[in-house]
């Protein structure tokens, strides 16, 4: 259990409830409990690609489970996900659970040879319990109180609530720990502190303070509260959050309400530890990552393999791109495959409003785009559509009428193909050259300081990877905390405002060593409390860096480069920012067309060491950014043939399970695209052609080829 759960430990509430607890799970297991144990199942390492959608047969308006999984088995569905979505029938009264609605589904699947991920259903209460308990729901700061009706709206601090989830959890595991149908247990559902401030949360924020902090001395120090006498005397006189403007207290919060979900997770994935078996995983799905305010790599310890919820434009709007960047986002945080719980089927929206069902062969080029990122699973949400509730306009492979049509047919064939070439592109492994730094903690300190109204980290962060995509540059993602930047020729790093000394140092000697580091504006400004660094900027970094400055100024309007230096045309320009930049021993690469800033570089380079740091003091244009970036994997000897192909076409490289290499070729476009295949001798595993070098691979539109190597 966490340090910081001790008004956990030592309520005597809980202690009560917990000895109640234990009596209630002295219940008897299900009859297949003897039945022999299975080999360990390793989730990322998986016999083939896994296949399916979200099934809730307590959703559908009559009952037609035999016909429904008579027509996944048609399909080739290989997997489904049940369960965690209807807490009011595992325990329709307090104490109460039944089983057997869920029982005979799970059988009738096994029996079909479909998976089964089994879902925890703490993520929205039954009415009975916000009737008892109406204190669970989250209460925001200033009041806001988020009432029933909503889902993942509970205080994840709450002990009461904890002791409902604890006890239908263990329920739940004891019936169906040995059941065979069952692969894995996906704990919660796209979790969030759902920005809950109850007088709970607040207590605890005092005591996660006084953990990390241990004196209010040093808080009054790292905080800066002498500023407006703000100064505390005590612990007792800290006041809650609401109102709060100093940005490292705000900081602290996002971090103490990240560390809610993390503890949260934890504490769920430890009590199914106990349970499941060796063949059996633990997920999470989240939901569309990156979200700032969950910490998915802390998370990401607690489980045996990630999931995410990525949804996607479509029709016109489909790149490939969300899928991809939600797909190296979460291989990275384990540095394995993943799974991917839900995305499109057919049109999503809570409203009708924006209802874009995808064209012939998207559903399927999404599968293989998932796949290509290092998904050994993917799943719709859901099978079929609602006829009641906020989500039915989200449709399902199955539309309202519940029969078979265009999506079930195109699921259909992916299916089949999957059966055949799963073995073959599952449990892929990418060993890419170019990272990208990614830190929560200078999304909230810029933020909570913004430097504009139109961009913010975000903004710099998807336009480094938009350019990346675009280039056919395959990228992990690394965090403050990684330990394998020497595993990288490039780094991009986004505004990084929010940094330790440790973590700049790190990134000073991964130049030193021969690495190539590409930085925006703003870099190193705060430590790690979000207090303005006392030294000429930019701190850490000015020895790697070969700059130092002293100024910086918004800009009112876009300024040119002078002489146009990497080709930009007319969107040689910059904007929104500048830092008064001073060259050490940095080579100016770009200077400002302008009477006054024109004396000071917008772009720099300094030869650091073995490698190069290049800085951008500035917002460029993604005309200019993109031949930035390009500029630095020649220089890095990272650039390829892959960035020569037309623009529609993506292409990804992995190694399969039994080490050959795998080429990726996905058109994004209602065109046929016409590729020139530079790698070496090999076969398309989709029409089991072969594939010679120099050979054009003709793309019909919306289509791919998956090349492997012989």
């Known amino acids: 259990m966490s340090r910081f759960n001790f008004f956990f430990e030592k309520s005597s509430l809980l202690r009560a409830l917990q000895l109640s607890l234990n009596v209630l799970l002295l219940v008897a297991v299900p009859a297949y409990a003897q039945q022999a144990r299975k080999p360990a199942f390793q989730p990322d390492q ?6 399916g959608a979200a099934y809730y047969p307590e959703y559908m308006p009559y009952e037609r489970t035999d016909k429904d999984i008579a027509l996944m088995k048609e399909a080739g569905i290989s997997v489904v996900r049940v369960g965690e979505s209807t807490w009011g029938l595992w325990e329709p009264e307090d104490g109460r659970f039944e089983y057997a609605w869920m029982d005979s589904v799970i ?35 200033g009041g806001q109180y988020l009432y029933y009706g909503l889902r993942q709206n509970t205080d994840l601090m709450n002990a009461k609530y904890r002791f409902y989830c604890e006890r239908v959890i263990r329920k739940m595991l004891v019936h169906y720990r040995d059941n065979p149908a069952v692969i894995g247990y996906q704990i919660d559902n796209e979790t969030s502190s759902a920005g809950a401030a109850n007088s709970d949360v607040q207590e605890g924020f005092k005591e996660y303070l006084k953990s990390k902090f241990k004196t209010v001395d040093q808080l009054n120090r790292v905080w800066g509260l002498n500023y407006w ?38 504490w769920q994935a430890k009590i199914v530890s106990e349970y499941k078996r060796p063949d059996q995983f633990i997920t999470h799905d989240f939901a569309g990552p990156p979200r700032p305010e969950v910490s998915e790599v802390d998370v990401a310890r607690s489980l045996d393999i990630v999931a995410s919820n ?42 009708s409003k924006d209802q874009y069902p995808p064209y012939d062969g998207q559903m399927r080029l999404d599968v293989y785009t998932h796949v290509s990122s290092g998904a050994n699973m993917v799943e719709y949400w859901h099978w079929h559509s609602l006829h009641y509730g906020q989500e039915t306009y989200w449709k399902g492979v199955l539309g309202h009428d519940l029969q078979p049509g265009r999506a079930y047919a195109e699921v259909s064939r992916t299916a089949h193909e999957l059966l055949r070439i799963g073995p073959e592109i599952s449990n892929l492994h990418f060993k890419n050259q170019v990272a990208i730094l990614y830190s929560r903690d200078s999304f909230y300190g810029v933020q909570f300081m913004p430097f504009s109204d139109r961009e913010n980290y975000a903004s710099v962060l998807y336009q480094f990877y938009n350019i990346l995509y675009k280039a056919n540059v395959s990228v992990d993602f690394v965090f403050p905390e990684s330990g394998n930047l020497s595993d990288y020729k490039v780094i991009v790093v986004p505004p990084l405002y929010i ?19 590409v930085m925006a504006f703003k870099t190193g400004f705060c430590n790690e409390y979000s207090t303005v660094r006392w030294d000429v900027m930019p701190g850490p970094l000015k020895e790697a860096a070969g700059f130092h400055y002293q100024e910086f100024s918004s800009l009112g309007q876009p300024l040119p480069l002078k002489d146009d230096p990497f080709q930009a045309g007319t969107e040689n320009k910059v904007s929104t920012w500048a ?30 060491g073995k490698g190069t740091l290049t800085y951008e003091g500035t917002v460029l244009s993604e005309k200019l950014q993109k031949a930035v970036l390009l500029h630095v994997l020649r220089e890095a000897r990272v650039a390829s043939s892959d960035q020569d192909l037309p623009a529609p076409v993506h292409v990804r490289h992995a190694q399969n399970r039994q080490g050959k290499t795998v080429h990726f070729y996905l058109n994004y476009s209602n065109l046929p695209q016409t590729v020139n295949y530079s790698y070496a001798l090999g076969a398309d595993l989709l029409s089991q052609s072969a594939v010679t070098h120099g050979q054009s691979l003709n793309l019909r539109p919306w289509d791919l080829a998956i090349v492997q190597e012989k």
């Open 107 to 141: 059988e009738k699947l096994h029996a079909a040879g479909i998976r089964v991920i089994l879902g925890t259903p703490t993520y929205s209460i039954p009415p009975w319990m916000y009737k008892k308990h109406p204190e669970m729901v989250v209460t925001r700061l």
């Open 499 to 517: 940094a330790s000394d440790a973590l700049l140092t790190r990134l000073s000697n991964f130049v030193k060593s021969g690495g190539h580091l």
């Open 46 to 51: 998986m016999d083939t690609i896994l296949y």
């Open 229 to 266: 006498g703000q100064r505390l005397n005590n612990w007792d006189e800290l006041p809650s959050r609401d109102g709060i403007l100093n940005p490292g207290w705000k900081l602290e919060w996002e971090r103490y309400s990240q560390w809610q979900t993390t503890d949260f997770l934890a």
């Open 579 to 608: 830092e008064m930049i001073l060259p050490d021993t940095a080579k100016a690469l770009a200077y400002y067309d302008h009477p006054f800033f024109g004396k000071f570089p917008a772009i720099t380079r300094n030869s650091f």
């Open 310 to 351: 990525p949804y996607h434009g479509t029709q016109d709007n489909f790149d490939g791109q969300t899928s991809a960047y939600v797909g190296d986002y979460s291989r990275s945080l384990k540095g394995t495959n993943y799974l991917i719980t839900e995305t499109n089927a057919e049109a999503i929206g809570w409203d």
